[in-house]
């Protein structure tokens, strides 16, 4: 894993692919899928997440600290056996066959099969309450450089996914 | 335009494409590109965005009504330069050749060219001033039943952006 500048952050994020969060508490670690998530900022980047899975709620809330792993379309089989499953009933990282790898600065692991990694901290709890939605600061972001163009995969919904296409280049001033 | 059931438009914000968000006040109507949203309830839909553009945010601050229109891949070029010009110079309508229509619930147009339009009412402002987010309750959803499988795109910063590839299908119990 290879470092990205935080201020990168935001071009993985943006386009919308399911990611993977994890946690972890009292030595235990736990992932779930999630597509509910959006940038609100650019740098620091902070990213705003909407948390439905109950067991990952609770050890967001209690710890404050989380990755967010982003897979690519290799890894579209495991995501949806992650997002189908507990981490209250089983250990999501053995059964389907994750590896998790320490962080720089949280407690909860990196996934290495994931192209890209991002150490999260809570930054603002007002919104958990009303619409389980976390803002979270991107304090470290990881890179594997080994998987080169990786192709993000986004969800429609009951399991149907799209995986990116073509490239397109068009001139903007926009970031 | 055919109706869309509410149930189903987490369907089209979910995975991530670019959006443009109308706006109308006083006889004057707007279009922003956006790609900071996500889903946070699923019925009624509840969608978070952040409205960086000045002009859009005044407008939608005041009138509280928009409508998000979702572009395929044909609009791309008119997307960036929606994106790269502002509304106070322009009325960018006319200048990209892009349709307004009169929608039902709202006083923001629909956009005819794009495949998915949502009239949305803003639900909730209390963190506008932090973080520029409004929260939209989608109040209605049509749908363009001539474009068939429309391709998204999705913005990788800089006017990078990548089109709905190959889709795919898993077995999830996952909605």
Same mark, same amino acid.
């Given at each position: 894993?290879?470092?990205?500048?935080?201020?990168?952050?935001?071009?993985?994020?943006?386009?919308?692919?399911?990611?993977?969060?994890?946690? *972890?508490?009292?030595?235990?670690?736990?992932?779930? *899928?999630? &597509?509910?998530?959006?940038?609100?900022?650019?740098?620091?980047?902070?990213?705003?997440?909407?948390?439905?899975?109950?067991?990952? /709620?609770?050890?967001?809330?209690?710890?404050?600290?989380?990755?967010?792993?982003?897979?690519?379309?290799?890894?579209?089989?495991?995501?949806?056996?992650?997002?189908?499953?507990?981490?209250? @009933?089983? @250990?999501? /990282?053995?059964? /389907?066959?994750?590896?998790?790898?320490?962080?720089?600065?949280?407690?909860?692991?990196?996934?290495?099969?994931?192209?890209?990694?991002?150490?999260?901290?809570? &930054? @603002?709890?007002?919104?958990?309450? +009303?619409?389980?939605? /976390?803002?979270?600061?991107?304090?470290?972001?990881?890179? #594997?450089? #080994?998987?080169?163009?990786?192709?993000?995969?986004?969800?429609?919904?009951?399991?149907?996914?799209?995986? #990116?296409?073509?490239?397109?280049?068009?001139?903007?001033?926009? +970031?």
């Amino acid at each position: 894993m290879k470092d990205l500048p935080l201020s990168k952050v935001y071009q993985l994020l943006e386009p919308g692919p399911v990611v993977m969060l994890t946690t *972890a508490r009292k030595g235990r670690a736990n992932v779930m *899928a999630m &597509s509910w998530h959006m940038m609100v900022e650019f740098e620091p980047p902070l990213v705003a997440c909407v948390v439905g899975s109950a067991y990952s /709620f609770e050890m967001l809330r209690a710890t404050k600290e989380c990755v967010i792993a982003i897979p690519a379309r290799k890894l579209a089989s495991k995501v949806v056996e992650v997002g189908n499953s507990s981490g209250r @009933d089983i @250990d999501k /990282f053995e059964s /389907f066959g994750l590896t998790p790898l320490p962080a720089k600065n949280v407690g909860a692991p990196l996934i290495k099969e994931c192209f890209a990694n991002l150490e999260c901290r809570v &930054s @603002d709890t007002r919104e958990v309450n +009303r619409y389980s939605m /976390f803002i979270l600061e991107v304090v470290k972001a990881w890179i #594997d450089p #080994d998987q080169k163009r990786p192709k993000t995969i986004h969800h429609h919904g009951y399991g149907n996914f799209v995986v #990116d296409g073509e490239a397109i280049r068009l001139k903007s001033g926009m +970031r």
